[in-house]
Structures are given as structure tokens and as C-alpha cells.
């Protein structure tokens, strides 16, 4: 059974950094691509970071960040803990947002349950 369990929300001020960690079962993180989306209050879940699966040669330079974020948030995978992070600094009370983290597999798309991370002073 697929499962993605999202943690690492939480409430930091303005110019902290979080890490948000996606936990996956049931498939090999690094055979597919994986996604990190966001969705603000009021406004549509968008997507801010994606990492392909291994087997696309050059994989760093495969890597895309949404514009707002470039700099200063950085995805990654451990495929030994079968894990995808979102190191996530220098926040602003705009990255507000429920984080999800996104699986494709195949025709198949999963979704993680999302993790709440609040910026404010």
C-alpha cells in the first residue's frame, strides 16, 4: 500500500528554516519523481519543488523550483530512509501554507495527508 506521511510544520518567524520530511511506503522513492506542492489559504495547491527519479541521468540538473523559492528552499532524497525533504530558509510569512508532498506512479498519483507550516512574528 502507497503512503506519504509529511512532517517538520510547524510555526517559525520570518528569516527561520524548517526541514519537511515525506516519508514513503509501499514503493522506491528514487524510481519516480517527487514533488513538493503548497496551498495557502484561499488560494490553489501549487507546485514548489520536484526531484526525478534516478534512473534521468543528471539529476541535480533536473531539478526544478518554483521562482518564489529558488535560493532558498532545496529538495533532496535519502533512498536509504526511502525519504524526500524540503529544506526550506530564510521563510517569510508568504511561504505560509499546508505542505503536500506528491507521488507519481505510473498513471497513479498519491498524496501525502500535508503539514501545516506558519510563518509569522
Known amino acids: 500500500q502507497v503512503q506519504l506521511v509529511e512532517s517538520g510544520g510547524g510555526l517559525v518567524q520570518p528569516g527561520g528554516s524548517l526541514r519537511l520530511s515525506c516519508a514513503a511506503s509501499?514503493?522506491?522513492?528514487?524510481?519516480?519523481?517527487m514533488t513538493w506542492y503548497r496551498q495557502a489559504p484561499g488560494k490553489e495547491r501549487r507546485l514548489v519543488a520536484s526531484?526525478?527519479?534516478?534512473?534521468?541521468?543528471?539529476?541535480?540538473?533536473?531539478?526544478h523550483y518554483t521562482d518564489s523559492v529558488k535560493g532558498r528552499f532545496t529538495i533532496s532524497r535519502d533512498d536509504a530512509k526511502n525519504t524526500v525533504y524540503l529544506q526550506m530558509n530564510n521563510l517569510t510569512p508568504e511561504d505560509t501554507a499546508v505542505y503536500y508532498c506528491?507521488?507519481?506512479?505510473?498513471?497513479?498519483?498519491?498524496w501525502g495527508q500535508g503539514t501545516q507550516v506558519t510563518v509569522s512574528s
Open positions: 509501499g514503493f522506491i522513492v528514487s524510481s519516480y519523481a
Open positions: 506528491n507521488a507519481m506512479l505510473g498513471e497513479y498519483e498519491y
Open positions: 526531484i526525478p527519479s534516478v534512473i534521468m541521468s543528471d539529476v541535480g540538473d533536473h531539478i
